[in-house]
């Protein structure tokens, strides 16, 4: 027989040539696995989608504050501005720009050599740029264009443009983008880690620090040079793990292994003064411990996949459409929250009830979308959106509704 693979298209076949002859078939190639082999990477997409959608509504503000109940708010809480430490909760939207930027290059050759390298580039400034429009909109309504704000120990004055999670992602994304053509792993790997150090250093050198206190999610520069830097060595990190010249049991302990390192490291440089681990920052030592966070959970759903072969439906139907589940679910919170409040008016009882109806409305569409293998892209589901928050913001700003 003689064995052919495309490493691009993750094709293969067979040809029969010589009955008698044998071939070693490498076990990170075998056509049962290879199927579902990342499909892992679903399920801590999934996971990680889930624990945002559930946190939008619960649980109640006053069971996050610390002096309530100090492991609720590291589970459910970010640290307030200006702390010298990150709670599990601030991993959060590291994680989704991890998870979302490891097949990141994946994605892009495959579409690279399905479509032409013009109309891969184009989907990939397309869809982020939408996501960057649409989230500009919601941030314009309920923040404003800009703010200006005081730092009262310094004696400056800052002009903060708005910002959240969505220009977040979006941006973060079309930086690592810059950097696919860096074909080697190892060197885009470098490349990431000195591309948050870059940004430590101005933090601790310019003002860049006090603006990402002043900012939400480390703010614009936060994003192009923390949250990039991330998304970065994700691409990298996926490259390696679809990289059919390896050894894939081995794949998954490195990946055990590089999670210890960034997470020991991390944990090394917080102690550093003026490095500390803060998400509002964005900072080096935050990066490294949520990309050791995040990894070891990916591990530990590879182990689930792999040793006991689990598929996990409902982690995978949540991990499958993202950004969809987030549309979805941010839309109507965020009206009830410019309106009547997530809590609904009536405080703790309020939390729990919107808990079930978010939980309810999006397992049931994510699981008829997983079961009908229905598609539903990043752009579809922005624009629908965009034409959505479009129509809200038009009605509702004249009206003083928000």
């Not at 939008?56 to 109940?69: C, I, M, N, Q, R």
């Not at 982020?128 to 309504?141: D, M, N, T």
């Not at 470098?190 to 948050?196: A, E, F, N």
């Amino acid at each position: 027989m003689i064995f052919h693979y495309s490493k691009n298209v993750k094709i293969m076949t067979l040809e029969k040539k010589n009955s008698n002859a044998e071939v070693n078939v490498p076990d990170q190639l075998d056509t049962e696995r290879e199927h579902k082999r990342l499909r892992f990477i679903d399920q801590g997409r999934g996971f990680i989608v889930l624990y945002l959608v559930i946190t939008l509504v619960f649980p109640p503000e006053v069971w996050k504050e610390a002096d309530f109940s100090i492991i609720l708010h590291y589970i459910f809480d970010h640290a307030p501005r200006g702390a010298t430490y990150m709670t599990l909760y601030d991993v959060g939207a590291a994680a989704f720009i991890f998870i979302l930027g490891i097949l990141l290059n994946v994605a892009y050759r495959r579409r690279v050599e399905e479509k032409g390298k013009n109309k891969a580039i184009m989907h990939v400034l397309i869809r982020y740029g939408v996501l960057f429009v649409l989230g500009a909109l919601i941030v314009v309504v309920d923040q404003g264009l800009y703010k200006v704000r005081y730092d009262y120990v310094l004696g400056y004055e800052y002009i903060i443009i708005g910002w959240d999670v969505l220009p977040s992602i979006a941006v973060a994304g079309l930086i690592a983008f810059l950097f696919i053509s860096i074909r080697n792993p190892l060197y885009r790997l470098i490349v990431g880690y000195g591309w948050g150090l870059i940004y430590q250093i101005l933090m601790v050198t310019t003002f860049f620090k006090d603006y990402a206190i002043l900012s939400s999610h480390g703010g614009i520069f936060g994003s192009i040079f923390g949250y990039a830097s991330i998304s970065i060595i994700a691409s990298a990190v996926g490259d390696y793990l679809v990289d059919p010249t390896k050894k894939e049991s081995m794949k998954y302990w490195n990946l055990l292994i590089f999670a210890l390192i960034n997470y020991g490291i991390g944990i090394g440089i917080n102690f550093i003064p003026g490095w500390e681990a803060s998400k509002r920052q964005v900072s080096f030592a935050h990066n490294l411990i949520s990309i050791g966070v995040t990894c070891f959970g990916l591990f530990i759903f590879s182990l689930m996949d792999r040793k006991l072969n689990w598929e996990l439906k409902y982690l995978r139907a949540f991990g499958m459409y993202p950004f969809f589940v987030y549309f979805i679910s941010e839309l109507p919170i965020f009206l009830l929250d410019m309106t009547i409040g997530v809590d609904l008016g009536i405080e703790i009882w309020g939390n729990f009830i919107m808990l079930v109806l978010l939980l309810t409305y999006t397992s049931l569409l994510v699981l008829w979308l997983y079961k009908k293998k229905k598609s539903f892209s990043t752009i579809k589901a922005a624009l629908i959106f965009l034409a959505v928050a479009i129509a809200i913001a038009a009605i509702g700003i004249p009206l003083g509704l928000f």
